[in-house]
């Protein structure tokens, strides 16, 4: 992590955060569009549906091509793609026209966020993958951040469009980037066959290993739960905390730095073989904040208990991506980030529509509070596995490269 591979890692992640930070704007922008002409907020949900589905959807049937195709290559195409794509949004005012490019986006997003992962290994080292991780995590937390400030200080100066440019500019460097850093991860022997038997092979490996298969189905049980948050928070701000605008803006920040203080402080110091109860840690974390920081509605109180659940949010996830590159084999590890991505994904639209109805029903703070106590429940269930589990060991039979296989040593 230190000289030559560590500017090359801090280049690329710089790269990433940027992009995550015109993802961000066009979010806030697209947004703000639709609102100021009128649209409902069945059109705005349509908007973020549209940009996370095919996460979900695309992810794991496109996901071959990830494994077949050199990474970086992969990563710089699709990039400027991308580019393009978000250079149509600028002037493209029809929301059904609007939502057809998002889901471009999106579609592009699901090859090149697991391309990227499989990237960061050719960079750091098997032994540095899990500080390369955190450190793209990291400065994608920091994208997020300046994110829609930058897109709300661009509109109120000019218009919606100049925010969407800029979107676009960030997909160009990202591109431009990966084509000068010259970063390569060429296909590993064994990652061909038919079409859907590779996708099948992305879900059998991550099914096949029983603390895989336990993690990802308990984060993405405690997901469902856990993402009533984003629709609850704002009642329980400003209905239970009775707080004004700027304390909104300063809790849903306080959730953003969590994440960004958990990426560069706690994980890259985490080790590999603790990464299983890391998730049950986070879990429980994630749970507890939510719970009693909705049942006691104090603004002191809430800013700790945002700041919190983005710590966790980040080591859950984090989690996930070390567990995969330690027990995934290479081949066909581009289609277990894929699958794995869809499965959370998919869990974190569950909950979103989740939040609608539970927020209806209970209010702000009773909606956190089963947010809380279901995301408790489903880590602790997970829990007897996990715990026992360590990331490298254990890995069945089959699931590890073909050259480790022949290690006596791994026999």
Known sequence: MLGKRGAVLTVLAAAYGLSSMGDQMAIVSLTLRLHDEGHSGVAVSALVIAGVLPLV?????AAPLVDRVESGRLVVAVTALQALVSAGLVFVTDLA???VLLVLLGAGLALASPALLLLVPQITGDDGTARGYARLDAFRSTGNVAG???AGALIAVSDVRVALLANTATFAVMAVVLSFLGVRREPVQGAGGSWPAQVREGVRVLGGDRLLRTA???LASAIVFTAVLSVARVFFIRDDLDVSGTGYG???SAHTVGMLASATLIAPRVPLEWQPRVLVGAGVLMGASL???AAVPVFA???VSFFLTGVANSLQGLA???LIHARVPEQVRGRAFATSGATLNGANLAGTALGGPATALLGGAGALELAGAGTLLATLAGSPVLLRGRAGADVPRGSQAPERAADPAQE
């Open 320 to 322: 996930i991506r070390n």
């Open 250 to 252: 300063l809790l849903v």
């Open 301 to 303: 109180l809430a800013v």
């Open 97 to 99: 026209l609007t939502l």
């Open 57 to 61: 959807v695309v992810g794991p049937l």
């Open 148 to 150: 829609p400030a930058l």
């Open 216 to 218: 990802i189905l308990a």
């Open 291 to 293: 719970a009693v920081g």
